[in-house]
């Protein structure tokens, strides 16, 4: 039985994944298969170290400093979060808290990190090896947002946010070989994506980047109809998706320290489904 699970990420949202990996590092659970999306590829690369609670540290500290994210950085760099403070500076070894990259490559189990071509608005899955000590390119890339960050340059190629390509990769999944799968959502399983709400970005990068744009602007009916698959595996028993059932009215980029730790404590506890899925 080849078990996967997906992070969807979602900024400051993806504090309810790291809460629900927390709670499967305390209980042993482990999985063969993982792929995360945006901010959901960190959470799952501190999983695979086996570093419980790294991520809510970033969560609710480091990310509420300017250095990681501010107008500021925006008006300096053209990027309003600083992925190489949060991916690089902090943990890199002799970082405030270093990545324990050598025990997440050691980790037998599969790690795909999506991202989006910005010259092919296609997806990209990196593997755990295309990454190297110190080097975690990949994660920085997958965690592009358009319009609140340039594209991230991996090998030469531009990327942005894996959410544009394929935000929920269950396809890809079952693919690689998954049997069953654990989609952790951080959005209420019942909420679907307005495609009015991706116009004003695709706007903005449409003259240089005209794929990715496209891609953009269709991410709400591709998210949505991957949900909707999502449903319908769930139905058959090949997957469970641990949903939180509400975020407080959090966005992207929320920074209310209170408000992300009740969202972590929300996963913890909603992950407790997981242990009878994949026993």
Same mark, same amino acid.
């Given at each position: 039985? =080849?078990? %996967?699970?997906?992070?969807?990420?979602?900024?400051?949202?993806?504090?309810?994944?790291?809460?629900?990996?927390?709670?499967?590092?305390?209980? %042993? !659970?482990?999985?063969?298969?993982?792929?995360?999306?945006?901010?959901?590829?960190?959470?799952?690369?501190?999983?695979?170290?086996?570093?419980?609670?790294?991520?809510?540290?970033?969560?609710?500290?480091?990310?509420?400093?300017?250095?990681?994210?501010?107008?500021?950085? *925006?008006?300096?760099?053209?990027?309003?979060?600083?992925?190489?403070?949060?991916?690089?500076? /902090?943990?890199?070894? %002799?970082?405030?808290?270093?990545?324990?990259?050598?025990?997440? /490559?050691?980790?037998?189990?599969?790690?795909?990190?999506?991202?989006?071509?910005?010259?092919?608005?296609? @997806?990209?899955?990196?593997?755990?090896?295309?990454? +190297?000590?110190?080097? *975690?390119?990949?994660?920085?890339?997958?965690?592009?947002?358009?319009?609140?960050? #340039?594209?991230? *340059? !991996?090998?030469?190629? #531009?990327?942005?946010?894996?959410?544009?390509?394929? @935000?929920?990769?269950?396809?890809?999944?079952?693919?690689?070989?998954?049997?069953?799968?654990?989609?952790?959502?951080?959005? @209420?399983?019942?909420?679907?994506?307005? @495609?009015? =709400?991706?116009?004003?970005?695709?706007?903005?990068?449409?003259?240089? *980047?005209?794929?990715?744009?496209?891609? /953009?602007?269709?991410?709400?009916? #591709?998210?949505?109809?991957?949900?909707?698959?999502? =449903?319908?595996?769930? +139905?058959?028993? =090949?997957?469970?998706?641990?949903?939180?059932?509400?975020?407080?009215?959090? +966005?992207?980029?929320?920074?209310?320290?209170?408000?992300?730790?009740?969202?972590?404590?929300?996963?913890?506890?909603?992950?407790?489904?997981?242990?009878?899925?994949?026993?």
């Amino acid at each position: 039985m =080849k078990i %996967g699970v997906i992070d969807v990420g979602g900024g400051m949202r993806a504090s309810y994944g790291a809460g629900v990996f927390d709670w499967c590092m305390d209980n %042993g !659970v482990h999985f063969d298969y993982c792929a995360g999306v945006s901010a959901g590829s960190a959470n799952v690369v501190s999983y695979l170290a086996g570093q419980r609670g790294r991520n809510y540290v970033f969560y609710t500290e480091y990310d509420m400093r300017d250095e990681c994210m501010s107008f500021g950085n *925006y008006v300096r760099t053209g990027n309003f979060v600083d992925l190489e403070y949060a991916y690089g500076e /902090l943990s890199n070894e %002799g970082g405030e808290y270093p990545l324990d990259f050598r025990s997440s /490559l050691e980790n037998p189990a599969e790690f795909k990190i999506v991202a989006t071509s910005a010259l092919t608005g296609k @997806p990209h899955y990196f593997d755990k090896t295309d990454m +190297k000590q110190d080097d *975690y390119g990949a994660i920085k890339a997958s965690s592009c947002v358009p319009a609140v960050n #340039r594209p991230y *340059y !991996v090998d030469g190629t #531009r990327y942005y946010d894996g959410g544009i390509a394929d @935000p929920i990769p269950l396809e890809h999944c079952f693919e690689a070989g998954c049997d069953k799968v654990v989609v952790i959502l951080t959005r @209420p399983k019942d909420f679907e994506r307005d @495609p009015k =709400k991706d116009l004003p970005a695709a706007a903005l990068i449409r003259r240089r *980047y005209p794929k990715a744009a496209e891609a /953009l602007s269709r991410r709400a009916i #591709r998210y949505n109809t991957e949900l909707w698959l999502a =449903k319908q595996y769930e +139905k058959k028993g =090949k997957v469970l998706i641990v949903a939180p059932d509400s975020i407080n009215g959090m +966005k992207t980029l929320t920074r209310d320290p209170e408000r992300i730790a009740a969202l972590y404590h929300k996963g913890y506890e909603d992950a407790e489904a997981i242990r009878a899925f994949v026993e």
